[in-house]
């Protein structure tokens, strides 16, 4: 059989393990289902404290791509570190499947960890505050989801395959966390930042995402917020392949890849 | 007067450098790890991007101004060092393997014990102060210089008092086999029920009553008044609050930190998971 006919298989095996390990995991527990639950709470008090009228589907829907973003830039980040400190980084650079093959299930995992968030902050909603899970398009709500959870599995494989450049991949996880939830418009809009960062949300899926999904799910047009998902997936595959390449031709040429 | 290790006066020695230079040893030797590079990303970059998130979320949900979110997120990004690291500081003797070698020595404990919250405190207060210039430098924010000795105390008393809150964690983490999803968890819930976003008078009454109980909450609430001019007599009885519920949690960390080892001796079990 060839690599082709094999390459799903490959996938799916490598995603349904890692998705598995993640759910194991009671860190990533925290970060997709816990986490976002306290900040969907306290965006909720703000809201109601304050003047705004928000609905409360709003916010559930923004802290759920939250918990997404986080368990990508956490899970994605670290993921090639991860590996190394396990000692199976070269067992994988050395298996007959291109290293970006093995890899791509493992962050498509991370994102699909970050579903959890989304359901967590729904059933939050429907339960503690009686918000009405009423979605306007169910069809493309359908499709959001999925775009979106491949669009930020595929921005984990640029995360992946750049953070390995450097030493101390978790403390860029660590930074990134907060800029990514404020400039793609999760829990407040863009246009109430400064200008210059509008330019930076269109580059980053959860701006899309969150715009696909919360149009399907409130009203409004999403197939536009769809269509830029796919974009982003295209070239974010596109970069993280050639990424991962450098990655691994560098490993092998200066013999680092099992190095800390 | 002699005793059995010595004269008062020599083991009274003895005890201050287990505080001082132990303090510091074991911080330099737990925390080895933090590079420059660490350091900046991780105890600076983060408050700086938490308290501009919460201070756009504020303006947006239109509940107060900056000056409230970058009082209360100044504070609080102190327990990232207070509650992370002081839970690293005990917990982390286990993972590293020497909890075993150091219990067997005669130390102080309350000494030893106590000793590794300085370090920790000063970087508490570091990574406070860093908060409160992102404020000045980035935010609708501004601070008399009249306010700032006062601050400072509250700030002092409010760092110490989450340190010991991180020092009881730690010392479950003698015990417990995944401390870190409890520091997690405690830092993010502060976030929630110690005022540091949502005036703690509008939350529901239970959740009022669990922030209230916790090291921060009365912190914050004094730090705000001096901001707003109060004077650090106007709101002694918030700051006496305050340390009085970071020795509560210091004192029964400490005792839970000798009960472990008491139980970690007896069972052979100190270094287990």
């Not at chain 2, 020795?247 to 000798?258: D, K, N, V």
Request: net charge neutral; aromatic share 12%; proline share 5%.
């Amino acid at each position: 059989m060839n690599f082709v006919a094999l390459a799903p298989r490959l996938f799916w095996v490598g995603w349904k393990f890692h998705l598995k390990g993640l759910t194991m995991s009671s860190f990533f527990i925290l970060v997709s289902v816990i986490q976002p639950l306290i900040f969907a709470t306290i965006a909720y008090y703000m809201y109601e404290a304050g003047a705004r009228e928000g609905t409360l589907l709003y916010v559930a829907l923004g802290a759920g791509l939250m918990g997404m973003w986080s368990s990508t830039l956490f899970g994605s980040g670290g993921a090639i570190q991860w590996q190394r400190w396990q000692g199976t980084l070269e067992l994988l650079i050395g298996a007959p499947p291109p290293f970006v093959m093995t890899l791509l299930p493992l962050t498509l995992a991370t994102a699909s960890v970050g579903l959890y968030s989304i359901v967590a902050t729904l059933l939050w909603g429907g339960i503690l505050f009686d918000v009405p899970l009423s979605v306007e398009h169910p069809f493309l709500f359908a499709i959001s989801l999925p775009a979106t959870t491949i669009a930020l599995g595929l921005l984990g494989l640029v995360l992946a395959s750049t953070f390995v450049l450097y030493r101390h991949a978790s403390a860029f996880s660590n930074l990134l966390e907060y800029p990514v939830w404020l400039v793609s418009g999760l829990l407040i809009p863009v246009s109430l930042l400064p200008g210059w960062v509008e330019p930076l949300s269109w580059v980053l899926a959860p701006t899309w995402g969150v715009k696909a999904i919360r149009e399907s799910a409130l009203g409004g047009d999403p197939l536009p917020a769809i269509g830029m998902c796919v974009l982003l997936s295209v070239a974010y595959l596109v970069i993280g392949w050639f990424s991962m390449a450098n990655f691994e031709r560098l490993a092998r040429k200066r013999a680092t890849l099992s190095l800390t | 007067m002699t005793s059995r290790g010595g004269t008062v006066r020599e083991r009274a020695r003895v005890i201050v450098r287990i505080f001082f230079i132990g303090g510091l040893f074991s911080y330099r030797a737990l925390f080895n790890w933090i590079t420059p590079t660490m350091y900046v990303t991780t105890m600076l970059g983060s408050p700086l991007f938490q308290i501009l998130f919460f201070a756009y979320l504020g303006r947006f949900a239109g509940l107060q101004d900056d000056t409230f979110f970058v009082v209360g997120n100044a504070v609080q990004v102190s327990a990232m060092a207070g509650i992370y690291g002081m839970t690293m500081t005990i917990a982390n003797e286990r993972q590293f393997g020497t909890l075993q070698p150091l219990l067997a020595t005669p130390a102080n404990r309350i000494a030893l014990f106590l000793g590794r919250a300085l370090p920790v405190i000063v970087n508490g207060l570091i990574v406070s102060a860093f908060g409160f210039a992102v404020g000045l430098l980035l935010l609708d924010f501004t601070l008399s210089p009249s306010a700032v000795p006062p601050l400072l105390v509250v700030v002092v008393v409010t760092v110490a008092s989450c340190t010991a809150l991180g020092m009881l964690l730690g010392s479950i983490g003698l015990r417990a086999r995944d401390v870190f999803f409890a520091s997690n968890l405690v830092y993010f819930l502060m976030l929630l029920v110690c005022g540091v976003n949502i005036p703690v008078e509008t939350l529901p009454d239970w959740l009022e009553a669990i922030g209230r109980a916790v090291p921060l909450t009365h912190g914050i609430e004094a730090a705000r008044e001096i901001v707003a001019g109060a004077s650090l007599g106007e709101v002694s009885g918030l700051v006496w609050t305050e340390l009085g519920i970071g020795a509560a949690y210091a004192a029964t960390a400490f005792l839970l930190f000798r009960l472990f080892e008491i139980e970690g001796r007896r069972r052979a079990s100190l270094e287990t998971f």
